[in-house]
């Protein structure tokens, strides 16, 4: 029955129409409220709408009044029926209307504006039937793309004469994707040829036959296509159709292959082996021997199989310490290896037992190989006995030994006379660094090591520290050998101080003698220089006198014997000079020191040579302080102060001024003798106190010099610990100055 809205008036034909429809009809009028569209007013609505909604007479009733939550639940439907209302558009849509828990088919249609048809199909159960067909298809789905096995469909393709001469593709699953690496989206509707031109010729014959007589092959074979190796199921699901079930054995044909390539190569090595090789299950019988064991055993192969040792007649203590080993492996899954005496001793074998596991991971078989080593355990024993040798020899030499590793410079061994020559233990030796005892470069240390490997020297000369921080020269006598395939260094080590120090000592005398010696032929050249000058005035003016005598005044020949007097004055100073310098060098000479007055020396020393200073009209002073005393020799302190005083009276002008002081400082007393003579130069004054060519220069009035006393001082100075030197400027004057050690009384 249709409602209608008594304010609105509805046309009869819009009336029998919708009662006449099956499905839903409901004529609608969009309300506004503030201008704005709010609702949509029933103004008729036949049996079947109100059926779906549940009410009746529902006309002049608002749309969202009748279906409450429709514009929450359904939104589409809304704006498709304000769209319709607004613009006169057509709208189909399918929705799950929530509210009223039913699935629609929806028309919308409009004869004017704010005027609409909306008619509803009630599509619940297609919708329904539809999405079990779909879970079904589904769970179809899922299980059929979720295989192990690859499948695939093909359905016979013939030609005008009705003979197969192909097959199409027409369904596969994702383990047929996986296995064959086809995307099934590119491979769906291609034909067998198309997609396998190598293999499918050979497969289509006997596919067809089963597609159209039916039955089941089950086979494995080869791609050539794919190049892999399957394992596969024909079968047809309807007649021209066949399907196939396959599994990917590429692996297991592989792992096959190799294990028959693995078998064949061990037949091949264990039978062209030197070592015996058995194979024995878990009854300890025989199921393999190569050609070595029956070479050896003298015994068939045939013979040796299925049985035990102990059939075949070995030692009974043999076979069963064998046995008992076996079964270790057997229970154990490991490896043994032993070297082992048969025979009562007589042979020896390396004997080893691997266990071969099945694909359960049990031990199935042992292996056994052995050797006879019985040459090689002979040459182990010599070999001891020398090791044993060599270790006494190394060990208890009196030389000093080390084992030196050359690739890292590492002591790995050290003798005895090791430890006590370099003071550390041998347990502190070893791993100690070539480098930590060798003085030398370690750019050096490669070098000579170099040469040892290479045999271009085995001899060496260095400096080697000890423990104890001392230095010793050693000589190095090095060879090189190798040990278990690696090569070390033997040095011995022979410690030559003692002879390099005598060595040393030697060249030392030998420079002192040649000094000696030079400096003799320099000191008889000054000296014999310096005794011609005065000896060839007094022979001159004693020639004067004896020839001339008659026609020389008194006055004359009193100057003449005056001169003579004052040369042989200075001949008898420069021998004593002569006399003193022999004494030294010969070692006559010797010091005597005693605690003495500085002052009191110095003032003897100038009343000696009073008379000197009083001719040239000098003036000498002496300042002290306190009269420090000093710990000398007093005849050598003498001859250094007057030959020092003297010099200063020559080389100072008539009328000048020398002084002589002494101060302490610190443990030594500072003797210094002052003029304000001529002076000198520096380099001049650097030859002073050296034995060379004559540097002597007469004084300020001609009186004759040496320079043998300066030798005289300087060397009687350091005989008593003490220093001499000089400062001077020409034409100012010089100051000689000597240190003495201070006497404490």
């Not at 008898?572 to 000479?589: D, F, P, T």
């Not at 000398?632 to 302190?637: I, N, Q, V």
Request: proline share 2%; aromatic share 10%; glycine share 6%.
């Amino acid at each position: 029955m249709v409602g209608q809205n008594s304010s609105d008036e509805i046309d009869s034909s819009r009336l029998s129409f919708m009662e006449k429809i099956t499905v839903g009809g409901v004529y609608l009028k969009l309300i506004y409220k503030d201008n704005q569209p709010h609702d949509f007013l029933i103004l008729s609505a036949n049996s079947s709408f109100e059926k779906m909604t549940g009410k009746k007479d529902i006309a002049g009733q608002k749309l969202c009044e009748v279906i409450p939550g429709l514009n929450e639940s359904n939104p589409e439907i809304i704006d498709a029926l304000l769209t319709v209302a607004l613009k006169g558009d057509e709208k189909r849509l399918e929705s799950f209307i929530k509210p009223i828990n039913i699935f629609a088919g929806i028309l919308i249609i409009s004869d004017k504006k704010d005027y609409v048809n909306l008619y509803m199909d009630d599509t619940t159960s297609r919708k329904q039937a539809e999405e079990k067909l779909k879970a079904s298809e589904s769970r179809y789905r899922n299980l059929f793309d979720n295989m192990a096995e690859g499948f695939a469909l093909y359905e016979a393709i013939k030609d005008d004469s009705g003979k197969v001469v192909d097959a199409l593709l027409l369904n596969a699953n994702l383990a047929f994707q996986k296995q064959t690496g086809m995307r099934i989206d590119d491979i769906l509707g291609k034909t067998m040829m198309e997609l396998f031109p190598q293999t499918g010729p050979l497969e289509l014959d006997s596919s067809v036959k089963i597609a159209f007589g039916g039955g089941i092959d089950n086979k494995e074979l080869y791609s050539y296509d794919l190049e892999k190796y399957f394992r596969q199921l024909t079968f047809s699901p309807e007649p021209g159709k066949f399907a196939y079930l396959f599994d990917d054995i590429t692996d297991r044909k592989v792992a096959e292959k190799a294990l028959s390539e693995s078998e064949r190569k061990f037949r091949t090595l264990a039978e062209n082996a030197d070592d015996i090789i058995m194979r024995f299950d878990k009854e300890h019988k025989h199921l393999y021997v190569n050609s070595a064991a029956v070479n050896y055993f003298k015994i068939n192969a045939s013979d040796f199989l299925s049985k035990t040792n102990a059939e075949l007649g070995f030692l009974k203590e043999e076979y069963e310490y064998w046995h008992k080993r076996i079964d270790e492996v057997f229970s154990t899954g490991k490896s043994f290896r032993e070297i082992a005496p048969v025979n009562n001793g007589e042979f020896w074998f390396d004997w080893s037992l691997i266990p071969e596991f099945d694909s359960e991971g049990n031990v199935s078989t042992v292996m056994s190989i052995s050797r006879d080593v019985t040459t090689l355990k002979k040459t182990e024993k010599e070999l001891a006995e020398r090791e044993r040798y060599y270790r006494m020899l190394f060990e208890d030499h009196e030389a000093v030994q080390l084992i030196v590793d050359p690739m890292i410079g590492l002591i790995v061994d050290a003798n005895k006379a090791a430890e006590r020559f370099y003071g550390w233990t041998k347990e502190e030796l070893v791993n100690m660094n070539i480098g930590d005892i060798n003085l030398m470069p370690a750019e050096e240390i490669k070098e000579r090591v170099k040469k040892v490997l290479c045999h271009e020297g085995s001899h060496f000369e260095v400096k080697q520290k000890r423990a104890d921080g001392s230095i010793r020269d050693v000589d190095l006598y090095c060879s090189s050998f190798t040990r278990e395939g690696r090569e070390f260094i033997q040095p011995i080590i022979i410690d030559v101080s003692a002879r390099k120090a005598a060595e040393a000592l030697i060249k030392q005398k030998n420079e002192e003698l040649f000094l000696a010696n030079a400096e003799k032929d320099k000191f008889f050249s000054i000296i014999a220089h310096d005794l011609r000058s005065p000896f060839h005035a007094i022979l001159g003016l004693m020639e004067v006198i004896i020839h001339d005598k008659e026609n020389l005044s008194m006055d004359e020949i009193v100057e003449f014997v005056t001169e003579i007097h004052n040369s042989g004055k200075n001949v008898y100073e420069l021998l004593e000079n002569l006399l003193e310098w022999a004494n030294m060098k010969r070692g006559v000479l010797t010091t005597n020191p005693e605690i003495l007055d500085s002052g009191k020396l110095i003032r003897d020393s100038i009343s000696f040579l009073s008379l000197k200073a009083e001719q040239k009209k000098i003036e000498v002073k002496s300042t002290y302080d306190d009269c420090p005393d000093i710990y000398t020799d007093k005849h050598m302190t003498d001859t250094v102060l007057r030959n020092l005083l003297s010099n200063a009276l020559k080389y100072t002008k008539r009328g000048g001024k020398v002084s002589v002081s002494a101060t302490r400082t610190g443990e030594m007393v500072e003797i210094a003798v002052k003029d304000n003579g001529v002076g000198m130069s520096g380099e001049y004054a650097k030859k002073l106190f050296k034995l060379g060519e004559k540097i002597g220069t007469r004084g300020t009035e001609m009186e004759p010099t040496s320079g043998l006393g300066l030798l005289l001082c300087k060397e009687f100075v350091e005989k008593n610990g003490g220093t001499i030197w000089v400062e001077s400027k020409e034409g100012e004057g010089s100051v000689f100055c000597f240190t003495l050690p201070a006497g404490e009384r």
